[in-house]
């Protein structure tokens, strides 16, 4: 979360270059892993040393080593290491995938390569026993040429996608436009910065079926905002939104504290009235592990 929107802000600074071609970022940031130690990013140019020059020159670059032809490494003002590398274009894709990795994913890919008489490099896929290299402009080519369907970023971590991508079964991933609601949004009533109006017509805009407003409830700080009456009064307003709307229905929740015995903050019958319950322990979280096992499965 803090590295990827830098790559990407040092890649689209460089694709705005006169000088850039192709510009994409590889590495752990391309494959959205949880964590990423530094920046990768490959590009082709017609000049190759003006646009490692470029990326020395961004305000986001504290220090570098001597730009060239090749590319440059350079550290971020909060210490992300950078390593921009510049390929001809007919290796473009040959460098992409070696260097997105994961290296469980390349290691494996290398080793069954290695068993149909092939080298699989950031240099291109050579034939052992010809010596002939074959470059590719694309990653898609790369797995083509190893007899792979193309397999997504997020999906090269060295567990079982090599034989799903053979046998073609590959999954689909997850894309933002499948993402069908949101069980978990606070209002202006206790700490969400919108009103319910307002939430309700982002959650419609983003094309949702459905949005459960779960303000916290009356202990967690809310007391005189979220009481019993308060919260039924909730559900009445999001009853009354919801008449005479198709496509997207708003659920009333609440975030409801867990206290230490594990009661909720509300009554059954309260409880019982809404559409969707988000329980959470917001205090005492030094107690012991099964004193909170407890404490949770009460609740």
Known sequence: SKVRPIAEELA?????????????VAGSARRW???????????????????S?????????AAAGTPGPNGVRAQTHNGVSVDLRIVAPAAFGNLLQHFTGSKAHNVQLREEAVGRGLSVSEHGIADTESGKTELCASEAEVYEHLGYAYIEPELREGRGELKAAREGKLPDLIELGDIKGDLHSHTT????????????????????????????????????????????????????????KRGFRLLAGSEVNIGLDGALDYPDDLIEALDWVVASVHTSFAIPAAEMTDRVLAA
């Not at 130690?37 to 003006?50: F, L, Q």
């Not at 303000?215 to 919801?242: K, M």
Request: negative net charge; aromatic residues 6%; hydrophobic residues 40%.
């Open 12 to 24: 689209a600074a460089l694709r705005e270059h006169p000088a850039a071609n192709r510009v994409e």
């Open 33 to 51: 892993a949880e964590t990423c130690k530094d920046i990768d990013i490959i590009a082709t140019a017609e000049e190759p040393t003006a646009l």
């Open 53 to 61: 020059e470029a990326l020395v020159a961004n305000p986001l670059i």
């Open 189 to 244: 009533l206790s700490d969400g910065r919108n009103t319910l109006a307002e939430m309700a017509a982002a959650g419609r805009d983003r094309g949702y079926a459905y949005m459960a407003i779960t303000d916290h409830s009356a202990s967690h700080g809310f007391g005189d905002h979220v009481t019993p009456d308060r919260l039924w009064e909730r559900i009445e307003e999001i009853r009354e939104w919801n008449k005479g």
